[in-house]
């Protein structure tokens, strides 16, 4: 196998023993055959649309009741070929369908790999192109200028994939985020502050911090957790400020598992990558692939030293099993001694108290231990241990032992087992605990800190009890979102792993459904939701209960894993769900499904539904690979259909934005990457023009058009969010204040009209308007950097601390109003010459749910940027989300009154 093997990509990805591509694809489209005996149709919820085998160790497995396509099949991509081979063949798990429905719509058209350098370009593009300084045209209804407004939540976070103490900082930890980049807490995680938001990925792998220098961060970008919900990354990023910045070396992997500083050569660093082991000896800044014997094509797993030793060293390989240096690394042989060669992707670890007493957590089997009492030597399996992983090792498999209580060992998988005394007896303490577990960390004490698909948890008596601590995490990650037409602020949406959430004003943010969630619609207190395989939910009552709403649907029908749902803007009691057919209902309230059109293409789910503001007889049906229709009699008891493709891309119809006048006009948006993205159409399909302009090559997710302005677009794409004002010729970045997650839905609040994103990785944001002209500071000397946004409720304080590393001034000034009146000068309240060391608590005035805007200038010297955050949740002293210094860049000191 060559240093650079697909498949040995697909299983430091995927982590399955050795997958064989299979043979020729299925040649015949209208193939719909019976499925084999041994298949049954299951009509529990969930399942609709595939075949699920009796429940088996893995739990249950999906198959396509329709044939996989040809064009499928002809992809470059090995990862995606994987997740063909297990969906044809039956065994495709829940995290497979979920892989392969975010990676189909990237790969099409599937005869070309995903560009390399994407990520790169498109950001320089987001940060370099500046739209106006001055409001949109009278009639527009989008505002030009202003800022994007973190919304949460901030209490239901996404994939934890990395954890690092900070070495000489107590209480300092440093959490990685599936796409949500880097967090760190300073105070053992009671706050949590963002230390990546404009870097070309938020992809995260694994963390790491210098252990001689505290203000040394490591950042290993992309996940290799075989969760395909993300991309891969740009290499290691460090950062010798604390995250402040950061600086990229060479992208020698796209995916990461580890990141360990060597325990005893200074600025040696070893990194767990996509193809072996890699190696750094100048603190991250260049690296080389680790050879001497060690394998270099698939992944390494981990890599753990002796304490007492620190040049000898285990390595796992990703279905290569256990390797063993003892010289630093320099050269490396196969552990053998018992334990098997193939451990599929595992994971390793020690004793610091007695390193002779070694574990490997196997990918076998459903999760294997195996244990070493005499430095590894020898191996035995461990008997009595659980199958913690449910079969989907390749995605959550992490081992630990207690560093100073060597019988204590830490299995994680999908939830938490423990064993006191060496394995002989185990004990499940997952109670409370999000399930699917990717990073831990132990201390002596009895401390550990586990990293799960649900967050940061903590535990101080050795695992027997956990309280979480990842409040504060905006990390969410949505697949879709929705506004609410009769409600101001109400705000909804489906997640990975996280369920589907609603926001109100009174009340915040709540799950109301578990699993994995998708799109929603919304209208006062009937609200649509869905969770995997586009499994309908309907509620009554505002989301404080659901009930099946799939009634009339065929069960044997093929549904993505997030399915569209499209609410007729006229009418909230109609709407329309697509399978590989259409289905459409009148009567919300018992959603009695009736299909309005068959299956045109029997391997083809449908991926956009749009309805017609202008005209609500007009719908408009886009599909998969690239398939368009539209009729003109949607209500009618059956409605008619022209195909309207004419000569467009064969790629998969992510939405359409129909005209907010014309019934004839749409935008179609194309998913992938390749042109034409977004095409335009006057005349229902007779015609269409390329309003791609100049936009970057990155996935589109979302557009929306301003009703007052159409030329006025705004797109929304897997690396922030840009704008058009004239027709989509010229394109800019209008992602001030949005980190550079992936946008997945934006619209305009169908009954406030605020623009809305929806991210997958950093959670929801809202577009606040700013003042005419450019932000000026109080004094009117400087202009400002950024502000610091808080909601407030009556008798709310703002916990403001100035961090003594990143804060230059001595004193400094805290003045705050709304928008308008701090970007004009005229700003309704100021605390004068905060002190830099210590924490100050300020009583802030103001209605209850108002948005206050914060600046802060040195009083004192030229002030220099720095760390900030935001929050503050109530009446109560507030318990995270600290503001720093440096929201406002200041050269000069700025008089307070």
């Not at 060597?262 to 800044?285: E, F, H, K, M, T």
């Not at 009209?753 to 959670?763: D, E, I, K, M, Q």
């Given at each position: 196998m060559s240093a650079k093997s697909p498949i040995a990509a697909i299983l430091f990805l995927l982590s399955v023993a050795s997958p064989t591509l299979a043979g020729d694809p299925p040649q015949d489209l209208d193939d719909h055959t019976a499925p084999p005996a041994?298949?049954?149709?299951?009509?529990?919820?969930?399942?609709?649309?595939?075949?699920?085998?009796?429940?088996?160790?893995?739990?249950?497995?999906?198959?396509?009741?329709?044939?996989?396509?040809?064009?499928?099949?002809?992809?470059?991509?090995?990862?995606?070929?994987?997740?063909?081979?297990?969906?044809?063949?039956?065994?495709?798990?829940?995290?497979?369908?979920?892989?392969?429905?975010?990676?189909?719509?990237?790969?099409?058209?599937?005869?070309?790999?995903?560009?390399?350098?994407?990520?790169?370009?498109?950001?320089?593009?987001?940060?370099?192109?500046r739209g106006p300084s001055q409001p949109a045209t009278a009639a527009g209804q989008i505002p030009a200028i202003g800022r994007w407004i973190p919304?949460?939540?901030?209490?239901?976070?996404?994939?934890?994939?990395?954890?690092?103490?900070?070495?000489g900082r107590p209480g300092w930890i440093l959490a990685g985020m599936a796409d949500g980049g880097v967090f760190l807490s300073r105070d053992h995680g009671g706050s949590w502050e963002p230390l990546t938001q404009r870097e070309a990925t938020q992809a995260t792998g694994a963390v790491a911090a210098d252990p001689h220098d505290p203000s040394l961060f490591f950042w290993a970008t992309g996940e290799g957790n075989g969760a395909i919900d993300n991309y891969g990354g740009i290499g290691v990023l460090r950062s010798e400020d604390a995250g402040r910045t950061w600086t990229a070396s060479d992208a020698f992997s796209s995916v990461f598992r580890?990141?360990?500083?060597?325990?005893?050569?200074?600025?040696?660093?070893?990194?767990?990558?996509?193809?072996?082991?890699?190696?750094?000896?100048?603190?991250?800044?260049t690296w080389v692939q680790v050879g001497g014997g060690l394998p270099t094509d698939t992944g390494a797993t981990n890599v753990i030293f002796r304490p007492d030793d620190p040049s000898v060293m285990f390595a796992g390989m990703w279905n290569r099993g256990v390797w063993k240096s003892t010289d630093g690394g320099a050269n490396w042989t196969q552990v053998g001694g018992g334990l098997p060669s193939d451990l599929a992707r595992m994971d390793l670890a020690l004793c610091e108290r007695n390193p002779d007493i070694m574990v490997v957590a196997s990918g076998l089997n459903g999760g294997d231990l195996w244990k070493s009492t005499d430095g590894g030597a020898t191996w035995s399996e461990v008997a009595s241990a659980p199958d913690h992983c449910g079969g989907q090792c390749w995605y959550d498999n992490v081992v630990a032992i207690a560093p100073d209580d060597c019988d204590t060992i830490y299995l994680h998988g999908v939830g938490i087992h423990i064993s006191r005394d060496g394995g002989q007896t185990?004990?499940?303490?997952?109670?409370?605990?999000?399930?699917?577990?990717?990073?831990?960390?132990?201390?002596?004490?009895?401390?550990?800190?586990?990293?799960?698909?649900?967050?940061?948890?903590?535990?101080?008596?050795?695992?027997?009890?956990?309280?979480?601590?990842?409040?504060?995490?905006?990390?969410?990650?949505?697949?879709?979102?929705?506004?609410?037409?009769?409600?101001?602020?109400?705000?909804?949406?489906?997640?990975?792993?996280?369920?589907?959430?609603?926001?109100?004003?009174?009340?915040?943010?709540?799950?109301?459904?578990?699993?994995?969630?998708?799109?929603?619609?919304?209208?006062?207190?009937?609200?649509?939701?869905?969770?995997?395989?586009?499994?309908?939910?309907?509620?009554?009552?505002?989301?404080?209960?659901?009930?099946?709403?799939?009634?009339?649907?065929?069960?044997?029908?093929?549904?993505?894993?997030?399915?569209?749902?499209?609410?007729?803007?006229?009418?909230?009691?109609?709407?329309?769900?697509?399978?590989?057919?259409?289905?459409?209902?009148?009567?919300?309230?018992?959603?009695?499904?009736?299909?309005?059109?068959?299956?045109?293409?029997?391997?083809?789910?449908?991926?956009?539904?749009?309805?017609?503001?202008?005209?609500?007889?007009?719908?408009?049906?886009?599909?998969?690979?690239?398939?368009?229709?539209?009729?003109?009699?949607?209500?009618?008891?059956?409605?008619?259909?022209?195909?309207?493709?004419?000569?467009?891309?064969?790629?998969?119809?992510?939405?359409?934005?129909?005209?907010?006048?014309?019934?004839?006009?749409?935008?179609?948006?194309?998913?992938?990457?390749?042109?034409?993205?977004?095409?335009?159409?006057?005349?229902?399909?007779?015609?269409?023009?390329?309003?791609?302009?100049?936009?970057?090559?990155?996935?589109?997710?979302?557009?929306?058009?301003?009703?007052?302005?159409?030329?006025?677009?705004?797109?929304?794409?897997d690396l922030g969010i840009y704008r058009s004002d004239d027709g989509g010729a010229t394109w800019y970045g209008f992602s001030d204040g949005l980190p550079t997650a992936a946008v997945v839905e934006l619209f305009r609040?169908?009954?406030?009209?605020?623009?809305?994103?929806?991210?997958?990785?950093?959670?929801m944001f809202r577009f606040r308007a700013a003042a005419a002209g450019p932000i000026d500071v109080p004094d009117g000397r400087t202009v400002p950097g950024r502000e610091l946004v808080a909601e407030r409720t009556a008798g709310g304080e703002l916990w403001v601390r100035f961090d003594t590393e990143t804060c230059t001034a001595e004193r400094y000034h805290l003045f705050w109003g709304d928008l308008g009146a701090v970007s004009s000068g005229a700003y309704s309240g100021a605390v004068c010459d905060l002190d830099r060391g210590g924490e100050q608590v300020v009583p802030m005035p103001g209605a209850p749910g108002q948005s206050v805007f914060f600046l802060v200038a040195s009083a004192t010297a030229a002030g220099e940027e720095g760390p900030h955050g935001y929050d503050w949740q109530g009446a109560e002293r507030p318990h995270r989300g600290v503001g720093y210094c440096g929201v406002t860049v200041h050269q000069a000191p700025v008089a307070c009154p």
């Open positions: 041994e298949w049954v149709r299951r009509t529990e919820p969930g399942l609709p649309g595939m075949l699920a085998a009796t429940p088996t160790p893995k739990g249950l497995l999906y198959k396509r009741w329709t044939p996989i396509a040809p064009e499928e099949w002809s992809t470059p991509d090995p990862t995606y070929r994987w997740l063909l081979t297990q969906i044809d063949a039956g065994v495709a798990d829940a995290r497979v369908m979920r892989m392969h429905y975010w990676l189909k719509q990237r790969l099409t058209p599937f005869d070309r790999p995903i560009p390399d350098g994407w990520r790169q370009r498109a950001l320089s593009r987001l940060l370099s192109a919304v949460g939540p901030t209490t239901i976070p996404g994939r934890v994939t990395g954890l690092s103490y900070v070495p580890c990141l360990h500083p060597d325990p005893a050569v200074r600025d040696r660093i070893w990194a767990c990558g996509q193809y072996g082991l890699y190696r750094s000896d100048d603190s991250a800044r185990w004990e499940g303490t997952s109670s409370g605990v999000h399930v699917d577990h990717h990073a831990i960390l132990v201390a002596p004490g009895g401390e550990v800190i586990a990293g799960s698909d649900g967050g940061v948890f903590l535990s101080t008596d050795y695992g027997r009890t956990y309280t979480r601590i990842s409040d504060g995490l905006p990390t969410t990650q949505y697949y879709g979102g929705c506004g609410n037409d009769a409600l101001a602020g109400w705000l909804g949406g489906g997640t990975q792993d996280n369920g589907s959430h609603r926001y109100r004003d009174t009340d915040g943010w709540r799950q109301v459904l578990g699993g994995d969630g998708g799109m929603c619609a919304a209208s006062g207190d009937k609200i649509l939701m869905e969770y995997q395989n586009t499994n309908l939910q309907r509620s009554l009552n505002g989301g404080n209960g659901f009930q099946d709403a799939n009634t009339g649907i065929r069960s044997q029908d093929p549904r993505a894993w997030v399915g569209i749902i499209e609410k007729d803007p006229q009418d909230a009691n109609t709407l329309y769900v697509g399978t590989n057919r259409v289905y459409r209902t009148k009567d919300f309230h018992d959603t009695p499904w009736e299909e309005i059109l068959g299956p045109v293409f029997l391997s083809r789910m449908v991926s956009a539904l749009a309805v017609s503001p202008a005209d609500r007889n007009v719908l408009w049906v886009g599909y998969e690979a690239g398939g368009l229709f539209r009729s003109e009699n949607a209500l009618a008891p059956t409605p008619s259909f022209t195909d309207i493709r004419g000569g467009q891309p064969i790629r998969t119809i992510r939405r359409i934005v129909p005209h907010p006048s014309d019934p004839a006009a749409a935008w179609i948006i194309y998913s992938g990457f390749g042109y034409p993205k977004i095409t335009y159409t006057p005349d229902a399909g007779s015609t269409y023009t390329d309003v791609t302009g100049d936009l970057p090559d990155v996935p589109v997710n979302d557009l929306v058009v301003d009703p007052g302005d159409v030329n006025v677009l705004v797109a929304a794409t609040h169908p009954n406030d009209g605020v623009l809305t994103a929806a991210t997958h990785g950093r959670s």
